[in-house]
């Protein structure tokens, strides 16, 4: 099939997927499309890459930045913006509710004044910035379990498909191939084999947790449409994350779908405490292991893999000897500009990231901003911990992403703009107080019967989002 032909094949299905799709539910907002456009261009490419416009790596190239991407990234963040306006969210509260998150962003925002390029670190910020924004428009939507469903699943239909088109008929997109081996990778729709990775774990997590939750309701006639497009995603995923060959989505998935089903375990309602306790239990003796008896590189050997976590290791030691501030670091997002990364593509490799999301915020907000991340993990899980019993259909989602942000954070850098910081997001921000989250819950599970056909998911006595 000619590319060209391919890409109409491509488009039509998209659109009669998105028309037809089971799991549509015409009462979410039609907004959520602009979070949704969002995470496409943070889990794919940016606007300007996809038209192949490159910025280059020199500090007053980064400075310039991109006029593409500054006008549509603006132009969303401004519609986000324009949405939250609209609706009745109390700003006073939401900061208050989510201190420690607002603390995090407060301080990288002041870390500009002593950063050593401030208008980038200025820049990224308020780039950044609409991460927030754009989440807090699918929180606040009316129905915000199935506003978070759509959104994930509007993701993996644009991101998996098109991954596997550039694959086969766009390999000068859809592939790259390394500078020391020339070995091929598989980027898909991405820009590297680990972000396609984090792609695919994702979706992964996310049609694993549909299917698990509906399946209740299985032989229902609508129920049963939505799982055979999930079954089909779930098995493209999985292809497509074969392809990528990043070790670390692999095992993070495969840590994921066994909390999710632990959770929704007879087991696991009657020990709720053990499984609360469990996850940072785990990640403790994890620490222990790999820095005390050099677990990673043990494990890495068995499975066939290089000892050094393909250079990680050498990495780190690399940052670390630059004796950066260890209080307040280089400043948001500095730390890879200028004659540190020069020094280090030298001497080391072109590296942008530290493979590792608490030594990349280390290096740029030091242990104040450390500090201040590790609180709202914390935050975040008491909330997640609350809403495992009774069990809501969220909690186990929630759960399973929070565990998985704790393990990649160990060989990759997901603490800043991407997708799995997102999906911490949905969980980590509170927008609502538990008592009124439980009325709006309610109301939710009332308004959803009369669109759709009963689910055994909806007779719990609450749904918590947040």
């Keep these: 099939m000619p590319p060209t032909i391919a890409i109409v094949v491509w488009v039509i299905l998209l659109l009669g997927l998105l028309y037809f799709d089971p799991a549509k539910n015409p009462k979410t907002s039609v907004t959520l499309w602009v979070p949704v456009i969002w995470m496409f261009f943070l889990g794919s490419r940016l606007p300007s890459q996809w038209l192949g416009r490159q910025v280059g790596t020199s500090v007053d190239a980064l ?33 208050s509710r989510n201190a420690w998150l607002a603390a995090l962003v407060a301080f990288a925002l002041v870390s500009v004044c002593w950063s050593d390029f401030p208008l980038v670190s200025l820049k990224r910020w308020f780039r950044d910035l609409g991460n927030y924004v754009v989440i807090l428009v699918v929180l606040s939507d009316p129905y915000p379990l199935e506003a978070v469903r759509t959104v994930l699943r509007r993701l ?6 098109l991954s596997i088109l550039l694959f086969k008929y766009f390999p000068d997109l859809g592939m790259q191939y390394t ?18 990775g984090a792609v695919c774990l994702l979706s992964g997590i996310y049609f694993f947790w549909d299917t698990r939750v509906r399946w209740a309701d299985r032989n229902v006639g609508n129920t049963k449409r939505i799982l055979v497009v999930n079954l089909a995603f779930l098995w493209m995923t999985l292809w ?25 375990s007879r087991w696991a309602q009657r020990h ?15 620490l222990i292991l790999a820095f005390g008896f050099d677990l990673n590189g043990e494990l890495a050997s068995q499975v066939g893999r290089d000892p050094t976590l393909t250079e ?13 501030n260890p209080l307040i670091g280089t400043g948001y997002e500095a730390f890879w500009l200028g004659p540190r990364f020069e020094w280090i593509a ?29 609180g709202l993990l914390l935050s975040s899980y008491r909330r997640i911990c609350k809403q495992l019993k009774p069990l809501s259909d969220m909690a186990s989602l929630h759960l399973a992403i929070w565990a998985v942000i704790l393990f990649y954070n160990m060989t990759e850098a ?24 439980r009325v709006q819950d309610d109301s939710v599970v009332e308004n959803l019967a009369t669109v759709s056909v009963p689910m055994a998911s909806l007779k719990r006595p609450s749904l918590r989002e947040t």
């Excluded at 500078?179 to 396609?196: D, E, H, P, Q």
């Excluded at 670390?248 to 089903?261: D, K, N």
């Excluded at 990680?312 to 950066?324: E, F, G, K, S, Y």
Aim: aromatic share 8%; glycine share 6%; net charge positive.
């Design 63 to 95: 400075e310039a930045g991109s006029p593409i991407d500054r006008v549509i990234l603006s132009g969303l963040i401004v519609m986000s913006i324009l949405i939250l306006a609209s609706r009745s969210i109390q700003w006073g509260k939401l900061v």
């Design 156 to 161: 993996g239909y644009l991101l998996i498909p």
């Design 179 to 196: 500078v020391w081996t020339g070995a091929r990778m598989f980027v898909g729709a991405t820009t590297s084999k680990n972000m396609l």
């Design 240 to 264: 497509v994350l074969m392809l990528s060959d990043s070790a670390t989505s692999r095992v993070c998935l495969a840590m994921a779908c066994l909390m999710i089903a632990l959770a929704h």
């Design 272 to 286: 709720s405490g053990l499984v609360k306790a469990m996850v940072p239990a785990i990640f403790c003796l994890y």
């Design 312 to 324: 990680r290791t050498v990495i780190w030691h690399a940052v670390l000897a630059l004796h950066t």
């Design 346 to 374: 030298k001497n080391f490799a072109p590296v942008n990231e530290s493979h590792n999301g608490y030594l990349e915020v280390y290096l740029n907000l030091g242990l104040i901003g450390v500090s201040l991340l590790v």
């Design 414 to 437: 997901a603490f800043k703009g991407d997708l799995l910081w997102l999906a911490l997001l949905l969980s980590a921000i509170a927008l609502r107080n538990p008592s009124e989250q």
